[in-house]
């Protein structure tokens, strides 16, 4: 039957007969997962005894025979006999080259054109007023509103002029206490999160009634929703000035009734065919002559929508190979491009061209991106979430010599070369770290996810009277279920959903799930895959949970969790953990090394491993943080020796003279925070390192927090060989003077330094220091009073914010002579990139 759907997929047109047979087989592959999954349930219930006695198990095998004679195999020949006869079924499949060619991964979005709608805004930004200003974007979804305002906040005329600027994502399930909190965070590094609604708001109120700044509120979809945040905003400061795009012209009249909102034009020819170019080439004007003229054409018929140009462009870079093939390649996406924008209706069109795209993706790729449906509007996702949650549905198949998550890695990159999902931030190894996709391309999976096509997933959306938008009695029939606001009213109706495999939650609020309210979720999910619901708070660990065997991925929050229980071994499918606690350490009492799935445990607590049993379990774990320092012993790291991420928390003292950690060969990722509790962390620095050689052998990434160590000691770091990223937070090292002598950080490509009281920053000795240093990141370094000139030189990135000015002024130096050098453009794309937080200059 799964192989049946995985040929099926790769048919270029499908009648509806076809699309019928498609969804039978489909709901027949559930059917018999369930029945299967309902019998391994039965059977872990109770005793040998009792399972062997149950009466359920003769109508259980009763229901395995019946679907088995009744429904798979006449399904199975009427599918193979119509598979057969249809012409649809004759169409070559779809080819899915791999090609090196394709565009690098960057967070940078290529923005193209639009200097002139650019240069408006920032004009009006710059106008003198009598009270806060309000200036809009507006236009259709896909047209790049947020990529004008993007590039009006980089812009170096708004950076100069504007010494506070804020950007806030605010979307249709906006939450006023969370925009609250984004603009304070610029202000402020207390922490605001248990203040209500009114003391934030006054709070900002009060930060924002004087001074200059900017504020770009991203996305805004309703008057209420303007209204709200408006009552924050201090009508009085005459220097302030707000940004806001969105999609509706109401808001913007709303948002200032004395200045018309500006309505964002299309593209012209030439910067469509500009930007198709940017997508499939990376650069322009290299386009082999041979394809030019079909590139404008398809160009053009993109209408100068963006989006639909960065789609179509994510298939034609999938198409690149000899000119002659690719050529043909470009001609058939042209034919399919006329075909599929012919609707008048320009969001239809839109949907048409993400269809095109959607139907060109190889089958394994196709759950991984409609799965992207799931999160909220403009929810910036964690790549790593993003990596095990596929890899717990079963989406990601295994191939030999490479592990699940490099394949899931290689997954979101391919979604990401096809301009499906856009990146956000990236990791200092050049990882994806964080990603979304676009409105369109959101409800786009969400519709082809949903009951009536694939069954994949399905968003239920309550209204604020706790009523459910959808047809709550169809929950019965879904295998996954999102519900991001008013879960609790979702779970008083106590809901039957026998055939959910997961429950996922991402609430920009917290929730408060009460105790009693608990079994609801046992009773409503008993085949229960994925839970994953971090903004429910939890009063204490619930224990029932441990009921629900098949579970794969869990992630839990809760103020005071302190211990996870013993039965949390009895779900011995689990691969990964996530417990979110304000508690400084999580006791467990399971062996979780005994639980031979588990893959990952991720926590911010202290983990204190109360049972160190006997066997080889361990052998699967990958992902450890936090561990307490009191376990991180010999015997806890031979039964977990592929340890790739490790995390420890606590009195960091007892690790000086530990020898153990030298014994996790494959540990590439270390973080180690120091936490005194019950004394300050800076009453009780660090007096040194480990010696390298006590260092894992190939540890590529470190991290070090609260270590207040003494400068000095750089030079043990210095000399481990294989450590490409090293960030330093939160005083990790303190002292004026750090002198660096040469001959060490051979393979270091990223440094970070957070919150320290360095001064002097200085190089000596003969040699080369740092010779592979490409990227440089200061934070909060403010009395630094400049970077070595000749270190800078070597740098492609120098990030810096809130530090002196001075500092920054070199810099901008340093900068200068770069363009003076080598021009503008090969400083800008290829030599230098310098990054400085609005305010400090």
Same mark, same amino acid.
């Given at each position: 039957m799964k192989s049946f759907l995985e040929d099926s997929a790769s048919k270029r047109v499908k009648s509806e007969l076809f699309k019928t047979l498609e969804k039978q087989i489909r709901e027949i592959v559930y059917t018999a997962e369930d029945t299967i999954d309902t019998c391994v349930s039965q059977a872990a219930a109770g005793s040998w005894f009792k399972r062997n006695l149950n009466p359920n198990r003769l109508s259980l095998a009763k229901e395995v025979q019946s679907l088995r004679e009744e429904k798979v195999k006449p399904a199975f020949e009427d599918a193979r006999m119509k598979f057969a006869t249809l012409q649809v079924a004759d169409a070559p499949p779809l080819q899915d080259t791999s090609d090196p060619r394709k565009i690098s991964l960057t967070a940078d979005k290529k923005i193209v054109g639009l200097d002139d709608e650019a240069d408006k805004i920032i004009k009006y930004l710059n106008e003198d007023s009598k009270e806060l200003e309000v200036v809009s974007i507006?236009? @259709?979804?896909?047209?790049?509103?947020?990529?004008? /305002?993007?590039?009006?906040?980089?812009?170096?005329?708004?950076?100069? $002029?504007?010494?506070?600027?804020?950007?806030?994502?605010?979307?249709?399930?906006?939450?006023?206490?969370?925009?609250?909190?984004?603009?304070?965070?610029?202000?402020?590094?207390?922490d605001m999160s248990r203040k209500s609604e009114e003391e934030?708001? &006054? &709070?900002?109120?009060?930060?924002?009634?004087?001074?200059?700044?900017?504020?770009? @509120?991203?996305?805004?979809?309703?008057? %209420?929703?303007?209204?709200?945040?408006?009552?924050?905003?201090?009508?009085?400061?005459?220097?302030?000035?707000?940004?806001?795009?969105?999609?509706?012209?109401?808001?913007?009249?709303?948002?200032?009734?004395?200045?018309?909102? #500006?309505?964002?034009?299309?593209?012209?020819?030439? $910067?469509?065919?500009q930007l198709l170019q940017l997508?499939?080439?990376?650069?322009?004007?290299?386009c082999p002559p041979e394809l030019e003229i079909t590139g404008k054409l398809i160009a053009e018929q993109c209408d100068g929508l963006p989006l639909a140009i960065v789609v179509i462009g994510g298939i034609l870079v999938d198409k690149l190979s000899s000119v002659s093939d690719t050529k043909m390649e470009w001609k058939k996406v042209s034919d399919s491009v006329q075909t599929y924008i012919s609707n008048d209706d320009k969001n239809r069109r839109m949907e048409n061209i993400i269809s095109l795209s959607y139907n060109k993706l190889p089958?394994?790729?196709?759950?991984?991106?409609?799965?992207?449906?799931?999160?909220?509007?403009?929810? !910036?996702?964690?790549?790593?979430?993003?990596?095990?949650?596929?890899?717990?549905?079963?989406?990601?198949?295994?191939?030999?010599?490479?592990?699940? !998550?490099?394949?899931?890695?290689?997954?979101?990159? !391919?979604?990401?070369?096809?301009?499906?999902? @856009?990146?956000d931030k990236m990791k200092a190894e050049g990882e994806v770290k964080?990603?979304?996709?676009?409105?369109? *391309?959101? !409800?786009?999976?969400?519709?082809?996810?949903?009951?009536?096509?694939?069954?994949?997933?399905?968003? *239920?959306?309550?209204?604020?009277?706790?009523?459910?938008?959808?047809?709550?009695?169809?929950?019965?029939?879904?295998?996954?279920?999102?519900?991001?606001?008013?879960?609790?009213?979702?779970?008083?109706?106590?809901?039957?959903?026998?055939k959910v495999r997961s429950f996922w939650c991402f609430s920009k609020a917290d929730i408060t799930l009460a105790l009693e309210h608990i079994p609801f979720i046992i009773d409503t999910f008993n085949l229960l895959r994925v839970f994953d619901v971090n903004p429910i708070r939890f009063k204490r660990f619930p224990t029932k949970i441990t009921q629900l065997i098949h579970l794969r991925y869990i992630a839990l929050s809760g103020d005071d969790f302190k211990v996870l229980p013993k039965d949390i071994s009895n779900l011995w499918n689990l691969q990964t953990i996530i417990i979110n606690?304000?508690?400084?350490?999580?006791?467990?009492? /399971? %062996?979780?090394?005994?639980? @031979?799935?588990?893959? #990952?445990?991720?926590?911010?607590?202290?983990?204190?491993?109360?049972?160190?049993?006997?066997?080889?379990?361990?052998?699967?774990?990958?992902?450890?943080?936090?561990?307490?320092?009191?376990?991180?012993?010999?015997?806890?790291?031979?039964?977990?020796?592929?340890?790739?991420?490790l995390g420890i928390r606590g009195q960091l003292l007892t690790l000086l003279d530990n020898r153990s950690l030298a014994n996790l060969g494959r540990l590439e990722k270390l973080k180690l925070v120091n936490d005194a509790f019950p004394r300050v962390a800076s009453e009780n620095p660090l007096q040194g390192l480990p010696q390298p050689d006590r260092f894992p052998p190939n540890l590529r990434i470190l991290t070090l927090s609260s270590t207040f160590l003494d400068w000095k000691n750089m030079f043990v770091l210095g000399m481990l060989n294989a450590l490409e990223v090293l960030k330093l937070k939160e005083n990790a090292f303190m002292g004026k003077c750090w002198d660096v002598v040469a001959g060490g950080f051979n393979s270091l490509e990223f440094l970070y330094i957070a919150r320290t009281d360095l001064q002097f920053w200085t190089l000596s000795g003969r040699g080369d220091h740092f010779p592979k240093l490409r990227c440089l990141v200061l934070?909060?370094?403010?009395?630094? #009073?400049?970077?070595?000139?000749?270190?800078? $030189?070597?740098?492609?990135?120098?990030?810096?914010?809130?530090?002196?000015? #001075?500092?920054?002024?070199?810099?901008?130096?340093? $900068?200068?002579?770069?363009?003076?050098?080598?021009?503008?453009?090969?400083?800008?794309?290829?030599?230098?990139?310098?990054?400085?937080?609005?305010g400090d200059e």
């Open positions: 507006i236009g @259709m979804p896909g047209l790049g509103k947020t990529t004008l /305002a993007l590039k009006i906040y980089r812009d170096s005329r708004i950076q100069y $002029e504007f010494p506070t600027i804020i950007w806030v994502y605010v979307s249709e399930e906006y939450n006023k206490k969370d925009i609250f909190l984004t603009i304070l965070r610029k202000f402020t590094q207390q934030l708001a &006054q &709070q900002v109120k009060e930060y924002l009634s004087t001074g200059k700044f900017l504020i770009i @509120m991203d996305d805004v979809w309703t008057v %209420d929703a303007w209204d709200q945040i408006e009552a924050a905003l201090p009508k009085s400061n005459i220097y302030g000035k707000i940004l806001i795009t969105s999609r509706y012209e109401t808001v913007a009249w709303r948002a200032n009734r004395e200045r018309l909102p #500006h309505k964002l034009r299309f593209l012209n020819e030439d $910067e469509s065919w997508e499939v080439f990376g650069k322009e004007g290299v089958y394994e790729l196709r759950d991984c991106f409609l799965y992207l449906g799931m999160f909220p509007e403009d929810y !910036e996702i964690p790549a790593w979430k993003l990596i095990h949650l596929w890899i717990a549905e079963g989406f990601v198949k295994q191939k030999p010599g490479k592990s699940l !998550e490099d394949i899931a890695e290689e997954n979101l990159k !391919e979604l990401v070369n096809r301009n499906l999902v @856009m990146v964080t990603c979304h996709v676009h409105d369109m *391309i959101r !409800e786009f999976c969400k519709r082809e996810a949903a009951l009536k096509n694939q069954n994949l997933f399905e968003e *239920i959306k309550m209204s604020k009277d706790g009523v459910s938008e959808s047809n709550i009695s169809e929950v019965q029939k879904f295998r996954r279920l999102c519900v991001h606001s008013y879960v609790v009213d979702f779970f008083l109706k106590k809901p039957k959903a026998p606690t304000k508690s400084r350490t999580l006791e467990i009492k /399971a %062996d979780i090394l005994k639980m @031979m799935q588990l893959r #990952h445990l991720k926590t911010k607590a202290a983990v204190i491993l109360t049972k160190e049993g006997k066997g080889e379990a361990g052998v699967n774990l990958r992902t450890l943080t936090r561990l307490s320092p009191q376990c991180c012993t010999k015997q806890v790291f031979d039964r977990a020796p592929y340890l790739k991420t934070k909060n370094c403010e009395k630094l #009073h400049e970077v070595p000139t000749c270190l800078v $030189e070597k740098l492609q990135t120098l990030d810096m914010e809130r530090v002196t000015k #001075h500092a920054v002024a070199a810099a901008r130096k340093i $900068e200068q002579e770069k363009q003076m050098k080598y021009g503008e453009q090969s400083t800008r794309r290829g030599g230098f990139k310098l990054i400085i937080a609005p």
